[in-house]
């Protein structure tokens, strides 16, 4: 049966929000998401029972969250490759909002911290599955290139996901003026660049290329004019 919370189990969330991306799950100390929360330290084990049931109650919460922003415009109405689209920029939308707690996430899991892992384990395939079945689905309708699903997967996360992790760690170490944090904030996190990338390998994978080359047909067949036969007088 759930216990009473007057709030205090979500307020504790909320803290855990803030803290996490910082300590990780080594790190978080109970005590101090206690005191963040404004709560008695007791509070968090009448609620969550150990440090790991909140982790993982934690996790869980923020996943569902994004995955709810994927799977609406996934499950929408309308050709795949659209859907594909908006649940590509819905997914880079929530990774900029929560960029620091998704990078925590994988640092653990790649650390070998156990609820981490199982975290990853349970939940990766929700997006994946989701993701890779809209891909499949717009190469069935033809407005994508065949491609080997996974392999596709990761072209599609390496161009519209992956520099959001990266530039800004590159920008944190300085590694230049042209990987300034003004730079990375206008040329990869904002929501323009998002979805020039998005747009950007959507074509490259088929779709765009078909889509000019229609137009460039269809613009040409509307400039083609018939000629005069030879000889033939303008009066």
Same mark, same amino acid.
């Given at each position: 049966?759930?216990?009473?919370?007057?709030?205090? =189990?979500?307020?504790?969330?909320?803290?855990?929000?803030?803290?996490?991306?910082?300590s990780g799950c080594a790190g978080l100390s109970m005590r101090a998401l206690?005191?963040?929360?404004?709560?008695?330290l007791s509070m968090v084990?009448?609620?969550?029972?150990?440090?790991d049931q909140f982790l993982r109650t934690l996790l869980q919460q923020m996943y569902d969250e994004g995955f709810a922003r994927l799977a609406a415009p996934a499950g929408a109405g309308g050709p795949a490759l659209g859907r594909l689209r908006e649940a590509l920029l819905a997914l880079g939308a929530f990774?900029?909002?929560?960029r620091p707690f998704a990078a925590r996430v994988w640092a653990d899991a790649a650390a070998g911290e156990p609820v981490a892992r199982a975290f990853v384990r349970a939940n990766a395939?929700?997006?994946?599955?989701?993701?890779?079945?809209?891909?499949?689905?717009?190469?069935? =309708?033809?407005?994508? =290139?065949?491609?080997?699903p996974l392999q596709r997967f990761v072209f599609?996360?390496?161009?519209?996901?992956?520099?959001?992790?990266?530039?800004?760690?590159?920008? =944190?170490?300085?590694?230049?003026?042209?990987?300034?944090?003004?730079?990375?904030q206008a040329q990869v996190l904002a929501e323009s660049a998002i979805a020039d990338r998005v747009d950007r390998v959507l074509a490259a994978l088929g779709a765009g290329r078909r889509a000019r080359v229609r137009r460039i047909g269809a613009a040409g067949a509307r400039k083609r004019v018939p000629?005069?036969?030879r000889g033939a007088s303008g009066g």
């Amino acid at each position: 049966m759930p216990r009473p919370s007057q709030g205090i =189990d979500q307020a504790l969330l909320r803290s855990g929000r803030v803290l996490y991306p910082a300590s990780g799950c080594a790190g978080l100390s109970m005590r101090a998401l206690a005191e963040h929360a404004g709560a008695r330290l007791s509070m968090v084990h009448y609620h969550f029972g150990t440090k790991d049931q909140f982790l993982r109650t934690l996790l869980q919460q923020m996943y569902d969250e994004g995955f709810a922003r994927l799977a609406a415009p996934a499950g929408a109405g309308g050709p795949a490759l659209g859907r594909l689209r908006e649940a590509l920029l819905a997914l880079g939308a929530f990774l900029r909002e929560q960029r620091p707690f998704a990078a925590r996430v994988w640092a653990d899991a790649a650390a070998g911290e156990p609820v981490a892992r199982a975290f990853v384990r349970a939940n990766a395939p929700r997006h994946l599955g989701l993701l890779t079945g809209l891909m499949q689905q717009a190469e069935a =309708d033809g407005a994508l =290139d065949p491609m080997p699903p996974l392999q596709r997967f990761v072209f599609v996360m390496g161009a519209v996901v992956a520099p959001m992790f990266i530039a800004p760690v590159a920008a =944190d170490i300085g590694v230049g003026p042209a990987v300034s944090a003004r730079a990375v904030q206008a040329q990869v996190l904002a929501e323009s660049a998002i979805a020039d990338r998005v747009d950007r390998v959507l074509a490259a994978l088929g779709a765009g290329r078909r889509a000019r080359v229609r137009r460039i047909g269809a613009a040409g067949a509307r400039k083609r004019v018939p000629r005069a036969p030879r000889g033939a007088s303008g009066g």
